[in-house]
């Protein structure tokens, strides 16, 4: 059985059946008007603390949900979270959130003055209201972190006096 002969194929054919992506020849292209093409957008790369806060967290399993922070700070709540979650190796199967929340608050207040808040656990809603520069939320392994701070005022207190 002889096969019959393929005809050449039109040029409409040709550029109907190309797979995307494969340009064709110049030649092709001639008296088809060129389409505009958009601007490539720039390509961002992130500063130098963005990429070592990347490497950290990527390192000590944690998984950044949402931040206004420093970098700085952050990396300092991974390392002390870490460093919690792997202190105690008979609470590694269930780790005691409220002994996570209280070591990562008296740390920061510590380091970073008076008024942090801090929320662990595996399932909770929140909304809150943060200083500038002093809120992160992150996940390690199955448990997510809140920490916060919020302003302190001082208190004015009246003195009464007895008669």
Same mark, same amino acid.
């Given at each position: 059985?002889?096969? !019959?002969?393929?005809?050449?194929?039109?040029?409409d054919e040709t550029r109907r059946r190309r797979p995307r992506g494969v340009r064709p020849n110049k030649q092709l292209m001639v008296g088809r008007a060129a389409r505009p093409t958009l601007p490539s957008p720039a390509v961002t790369r992130p500063l130098g603390s963005e990429v070592k806060l990347e490497? $950290?967290? $990527?390192?000590?399993?944690?998984?950044?949900?949402?931040?206004?922070?420093?970098?700085?700070?952050? $990396?300092?709540? *991974?390392? =002390?979270?870490?460093?919690?979650?792997?202190?105690?190796?008979? #609470?590694?199967?269930? !780790?005691? !959130?409220? +002994?996570?929340?209280?070591?990562?608050?008296? #740390?920061?207040?510590?380091?970073?003055?008076?008024?942090? +808040? =801090?929320?662990?656990?595996?399932?909770?809603?929140?909304?809150?209201?943060?200083? /500038?520069?002093? *809120? %992160?939320? &992150? /996940? %390690?392994?199955?448990?997510?972190?809140?920490?916060?701070?919020?302003?302190?005022? !001082?208190?004015?207190?009246?003195?009464?006096? &007895? %008669?």
């Amino acid at each position: 059985m002889e096969r !019959p002969e393929m005809e050449a194929k039109t040029e409409d054919e040709t550029r109907r059946r190309r797979p995307r992506g494969v340009r064709p020849n110049k030649q092709l292209m001639v008296g088809r008007a060129a389409r505009p093409t958009l601007p490539s957008p720039a390509v961002t790369r992130p500063l130098g603390s963005e990429v070592k806060l990347e490497a $950290v967290a $990527v390192d000590l399993n944690v998984r950044l949900r949402s931040a206004d922070m420093p970098a700085v700070m952050q $990396v300092r709540a *991974f390392r =002390c979270t870490r460093s919690l979650l792997n202190a105690n190796p008979e #609470e590694k199967k269930k !780790p005691n !959130p409220t +002994h996570l929340a209280m070591s990562l608050k008296k #740390e920061f207040d510590a380091l970073y003055g008076p008024a942090w +808040h =801090c929320i662990v656990g595996k399932s909770f809603g929140s909304f809150v209201t943060h200083s /500038s520069g002093g *809120f %992160v939320y &992150y /996940s %390690v392994e199955k448990l997510s972190f809140l920490l916060f701070k919020t302003q302190v005022r !001082p208190v004015k207190t009246r003195q009464i006096r &007895y %008669v």
